[in-house]
């Protein structure tokens, strides 16, 4: 339970959402834009989640850390985030990388990102007292007042958000180890061989990249780093470390400020995704096509917010026995018609799928059209992507391989250029 002066704390914080990433595991979704800027859940983008979780948890003073391909991020977060009141001290600073240090330095790390920014931390009335520091590219609802709360009672100067993950596949987050007070042990960036949580010979404790830190220490850390010739100016393999190794370093555990809605039923899983594969992005996506999908996006306790075009409902025609626009187990946006059938599919905003197609196991971002008598299965069909009548995608995993890209799992991504390559 928070205490009344655990509910001024946000007031007392300034966020930065780490957005600058490259996303290359997504392949051809990150050609054109940063990995925060990449569609998710039919209506929204990936940052949305960090930006809605800090607006949520009261923590309305807001810093976006951009660098890779950030004009259509920064172009969503100057459309869908300008509500926030800058006359009562409330504001979305956007931060691109400005070459302060030097002309031939972008950010160089996560570390050397927050560090060029600290002149512009210092111009903030009131000055931060905490800083969360906050990946932009994962998807989440997680109350950071409750976090803040534990990392100002525990006295640490650094708390890292943690969540236990399956020990095959921890080697892609910084694994740590904890004491009975829950101080950082141990932190290991992206080990080869992850260590397990005791008792658990399959699970590990993982870092979130959610991190707190006493605003003072942690500047006065990133000075320190700066002038190091040997570290990578990077939280998780420099910042951290040190820490952990200074006793400073406390866990937060995900479960005690993950967010559920009212009416969710008791022991569902605390939902936390890194959907940076174009299989666990299909898999995210999809899963919210179901009767209960893991995340609910249907929380008005909670809302996820965004920017979203004026769009007419989403419209199903023609009533003729063997032409008519069904959609089962699906999510279709706003702007969309359709006259064809789709099962346990997601569609973004304005697409159009054409009598007598079939769309199934698919997602389709804004402005996707699906010819007639079209075939889909398993695929995600990039923006603005026209697909030709009669194409069939998604039954023929060698002619699939040979046109587009076909995971080992078999899901097809396809972008404009590939059907381009083909007409």
Not at 52 to 72: D, E, L, P, T, W
Not at 131 to 145: E, P, Q, R
Request: charged share 25%; aromatic share 8%; with cysteine.
């Amino acid at each position: 339970m928070l205490d009344k002066r655990s509910f001024q704390l946000p007031s007392k914080a300034v966020a930065l959402v780490l957005a600058g990433g490259r996303g290359s595991r997504l392949y051809e979704l990150t050609d054109n834009r940063a990995k925060p800027a990449v569609y998710f859940g039919g209506k929204y983008r990936i940052v949305d989640f960090a930006m809605s979780n800090c607006v949520n948890s009261g923590i309305r003073r807001i810093g976006i850390v951009a660098q890779y391909k950030s004009h259509s991020l920064l172009r969503h977060l100057q459309r869908g985030w300008g509500f926030l009141r800058g006359e009562v001290n409330e504001f979305v600073d956007l931060l691109p990388a400005q070459q302060r240090v030097d002309e031939d330095s972008w950010y160089r790390g996560t570390a050397d990102a927050v560090y060029q920014n600290i002149d512009i931390l210092s111009t903030y009335n009131p000055a931060p007292e905490y800083v969360v520091i906050l990946a932009g590219d994962h998807i989440y609802k997680m109350n950071y007042a409750a976090m803040l709360a534990d990392h100002v009672a525990s006295g640490a100067e650094c708390t890292v958000a943690c969540i236990e993950v399956p020990r095959k596949e921890a080697s892609g987050f910084g694994v740590l180890a904890v004491d009975a007070d829950q101080r950082i042990t141990e932190f290991v960036e992206k080990p080869a061989d992850p260590p397990h949580v005791a008792g658990k010979p399959d699970r590990s404790l993982c870092s979130m990249g959610i991190y707190i830190f006493n605003a003072k220490y942690l500047y006065s850390e990133l000075r320190r780093d700066i002038d190091d010739p040997s570290s990578s100016h990077d939280f998780g393999r420099d910042i951290i470390p040190r820490a952990v190794k200074n006793g400073c370093a406390m866990s937060h555990s995900f479960d005690r400020s993950c967010v559920h809605a009212p009416d969710e039923q008791a022991g569902k899983e605390d939902y936390w995704r890194d959907v940076g594969t174009v299989d666990a992005y299909w898999e995210a996506n999809v899963d919210l096509t179901a009767t209960e999908p893991s995340l609910n996006l249907y929380d008005r306790h909670w809302p996820i917010w965004t920017y979203q075009q004026q769009l007419p409902p989403a419209k199903f025609v023609h009533n003729h026995e063997d032409r008519r626009g069904v959609a089962i187990e699906s999510t279709v946006s706003g702007g969309c018609i359709i006259s064809g059938e789709m099962n346990r599919s997601l569609l973004f905003s304005a697409c159009r799928v054409h009598s007598h197609a079939k769309v199934n196991w698919s997602v389709l971002l804004p402005d996707v059209v699906v010819g007639g008598r079209a075939r889909l299965s398993r695929c995600i069909i990039d923006h603005g992507v026209s697909i030709p009548a009669g194409m069939v995608i998604g039954e023929d995993p060698e002619e699939d391989a040979r046109r587009f890209r076909r995971t080992e799992n078999g899901v097809i991504l396809v972008t404009r250029r590939m059907i381009e390559q083909i007409s």
